[in-house]
C-alpha cells in the first residue's frame, strides 16, 4: 500500500514539474489603456520587475542558444543568433534604465511619467519574446529530424476550370508589314 501511495506522490509530483517546464515562457502582454489606468504604481512597480525578471531569463536562453550554435560548428545559425543577442542586449540595457525610471517615477507619484516607463517595458518585453523566438528558430529543423520519401506534389482543380490547355486552338496572328506612308513630301 506505501508502495501505490508512493508511485501516486511520485507520479503527481511529474506532472506538476512537467506542467510547470510547459509554461515557462510566457507569451507576449497586450496592454490596454483601461488596464493601464487601472494599475497602481506599485502593481506597475512590480510588473516591471517581473518582466526584468522575464527578459533576463530569455537573454541567459538566447545565450544558451548561442554556445550550443558553437558547439554545433553551424556559422549560420551563430550568425542567426549573434544577430538576435546584439539586439536583446541592447533592449535588455534599455529596458533596465526603464525600471529605474518607473521606480522613480513612482516615488515622486509622477504617474504620467510612470505609466510612459512602463508601456516601453511591457514593448520592450513582448519584443525580447519575439527575438528570442527567433533566435529559437535558427538553424532550421532539430538534427533528429528526418524526412523521409518523396516530395508528393497535388494539383486540386475546381470543377468549373477547364482541365485542357488554354493554348490549344490559338494560331499566331497574321501580321502584315509594310513601310508606313511618308510624312513629308521632301522624303
Request: hydrophobic residues 40%.
Amino acid at each position: 500500500m506505501r508502495t501505490v501511495t508512493a508511485l501516486t506522490a511520485g507520479a503527481l509530483l511529474l506532472s506538476l514539474v512537467v506542467s510547470a517546464m510547459a509554461q515557462e515562457r510566457p507569451g507576449p502582454r497586450v496592454l490596454k489603456p483601461s488596464e493601464l489606468k487601472a494599475m497602481s504604481l506599485d502593481a506597475m512597480k512590480v510588473s516591471g520587475d517581473k518582466y526584468l525578471g522575464d527578459m533576463r531569463s530569455l537573454v541567459a536562453d538566447v545565450l544558451n542558444g548561442l554556445s550550443q550554435a558553437r558547439q554545433s560548428g553551424d556559422p549560420q545559425t551563430v550568425k542567426c543568433v549573434t544577430g538576435a543577442l546584439t539586439t536583446v542586449k541592447g533592449l535588455m540595457r534599455l529596458s533596465e534604465q526603464n525600471s529605474i525610471g518607473l521606480q522613480e517615477s513612482a516615488i515622486a507619484n509622477d504617474r504620467t511619467k510612470a505609466q510612459h516607463e512602463f508601456v516601453k517595458l511591457t514593448i520592450a518585453r513582448n519584443k525580447m519574446i519575439e527575438l528570442h523566438a527567433q533566435a529559437k528558430g535558427c538553424g532550421g529543423p532539430d538534427a533528429e529530424t528526418m524526412f523521409e520519401g518523396d516530395v508528393v506534389l497535388e494539383k486540386i482543380f475546381d470543377q468549373d476550370l477547364p482541365f485542357e490547355d488554354a493554348r490549344a486552338g490559338l494560331d499566331l496572328p497574321n501580321i502584315i508589314l509594310s513601310m508606313p506612308p511618308s510624312s513629308s513630301p521632301f522624303f
